[in-house]
């Protein structure tokens, strides 16, 4: 059974340019979710879906992210302009949002802003 | 406190029995999680329990639960050196639509 796809793996970029970072939960699982990582701020819940509608933005540090679900298939999370600062790891994960069903995670993309 | 807690770093040797401790803060949480991480990938499920247990065992992996004291441990043991990676505790508040609320992780170092 295929997991929760991330592309790209890695992304390597200069400050200032569009980031796009893509996410394919997996099937059947109605909820999404985009966290990021760093060491001083540990795992940190950017925004997530339901059905996708975002139910909760509250985590997106500032207007330069933006954060998409088209169809139930597919998630975009968007940095515009990056910053040096955004360099982290980020995460998607899917869920069945009812029961007690556990998040899957995918391998994450490890961004680097110059 | 609203923080899922956990100690930064555990250190043991390789055979010894390892336990990870979290403390959570939602009384009402219903579903809790272990999961672990190694170096360069996502977070993996180890196992799950259901609140209205005390106890779930799987292989070499026990999760005791303490509702009173809403406490959460996690015993690996016969522990090896393919066990050190960082183990993270998350709970399920209420109907949060499947969001969880993790700690910072306990960095597991199993020493041969």
């Known amino acids: 059974d295929a997991g929760v796809i991330q592309s790209p793996r890695h992304e390597v970029t200069e400050m200032g340019q569009e980031v796009t970072l893509r996410c394919k939960p997996i099937s059947g699982h109605n909820s999404l979710f985009w966290y990021r990582q760093t060491m001083m701020r540990g795992l940190e819940l950017l925004i997530y879906?339901?059905?996708?509608?975002?139910?909760?933005d509250s985590g997106m540090p500032e207007d330069r992210f933006s954060a998409k679900m088209p169809n139930a298939s597919f998630s975009t999370l968007k940095i515009q302009p990056s910053e040096p600062r955004d360099s982290a790891v980020y995460f998607c994960?899917?869920?069945?949002?009812?029961?007690?069903?556990?998040?899957?995670f995918g391998d994450g993309t490890r961004l680097s802003i110059l | 406190g609203e923080d899922v807690e956990q100690s930064l770093f555990l250190s043991v040797r390789e055979g010894d029995s390892s336990v990870i401790n979290c403390t959570y803060t939602?009384?009402?949480?219903?579903?809790l999680y272990w999961y672990k991480q190694e170096p360069g990938a996502g977070l993996q499920l180890l196992t799950y329990?259901?609140?209205?247990?005390d106890m779930k065992q799987d292989q070499r992996l026990t999760v005791l639960l303490n509702k009173k004291d809403k406490h959460l441990s996690l015993r690996i043991a016969d522990t090896q050196t393919g066990d050190s990676a960082i183990y993270f505790c998350a709970e399920r508040r209420g109907s949060t639509l499947g969001r969880l609320y993790f700690g910072r992780g306990t960095q597991l170092t199993v020493w041969p």
């Open positions: 879906f339901n059905n996708n509608v975002p139910i909760d």
């Open positions: 329990i259901f609140s209205n247990m």
């Open positions: 939602d009384s009402s949480s219903t579903y």
């Open positions: 994960a899917s869920s069945r949002g009812t029961g007690g069903q556990p998040q899957h």
